[in-house]
């Protein structure tokens, strides 16, 4: 900061290092290796997203190598890297390859090697978020905001909260949770045999028998779509 600023504003801090990128920085991030053509972002339990170089293809299939951990992925997993002009850029609207670990590689860059905790985006880019009240809902139709991220959110909530499945609307949406939970047993049928949807909580069995009732009480064919 010039001596000018530091007669304006006292004792004030120097707080360049919370604002810019430096350029020392810069020219360090410029200098990064950078493939476009291997180089990828790796889905990772504790990371969210790593980086790694495509040894191999198959079909559908990638071979990756992650530090020297050799991982075999489907290409779709696999998620494009940006040149090193964009590292720890001010807006992320402006990344050659605006994806989620893009994105989250920015922001973290960001925040841990520059202190920079601000992000400029687009309005259109942002959406706005629930009252409390619809956490972990179990029908997502009656979200105050019925978005993109909402949707998400709440899926990925319930899913860390052992709640498979959710409603939205007259569709029940499930997420396999690749092990086995005790909410198929007899016991369980007979707690949703005869209930109303909204009696229970979202569960396969409560479409199934709404199904089965109408087909006996009112007569009406029935058909479902499972995808």
């Not at 504790?46 to 191999?56: E, M, R, W, Y």
């Not at 909530?157 to 997420?175: D, H, M, N, P, W």
């Amino acid at each position: 900061m010039t001596k000018h600023h530091h007669e304006d504003f006292g004792d004030d801090p120097d707080p360049a290092e919370y604002l810019f990128v430096s350029l020392e920085q810069k020219r360090k991030d410029q200098t990064k290796p950078y493939d476009g053509k291997k180089m990828v972002w790796v889905p990772d339990d504790k990371d969210g997203f790593v980086l790694g170089n495509i040894v191999s293809t198959k079909g559908d299939l990638c071979t990756v190598d992650v530090k020297g951990d050799e991982r075999t992925l489907k290409k779709e997993q696999l998620q494009q890297v940006n040149p090193p002009k964009f590292e720890k850029c001010d807006d992320v609207s402006s990344l050659t390859y605006l994806n989620e670990a893009s994105v989250l590689h920015n922001l973290r860059d960001r925040y841990i090697n520059c202190n920079l905790i601000y992000r400029q985006v687009k309005k259109d880019q942002l959406q706005q978020v629930n009252p409390p009240k619809y956490e972990k809902t179990e029908d997502m139709s009656n979200l105050t905001y019925l978005n993109d991220p909402s949707v998400l959110y709440n899926l990925k909530e319930r899913y860390y909260a052992k709640l498979i499945y959710t409603y939205s609307g007259l569709f029940c949406v499930a997420i396999n949770p690749y092990k086995r939970f005790p909410i198929y047993t007899n016991r369980v049928v007979q707690m949703y045999k005869g209930k109303r949807r909204g009696e229970m909580p979202p569960h396969i069995f409560a479409v199934s028998d709404g199904s089965y009732n109408d087909m006996l009480q009112n007569r009406e064919n029935q058909s479902m779509l499972i995808t």
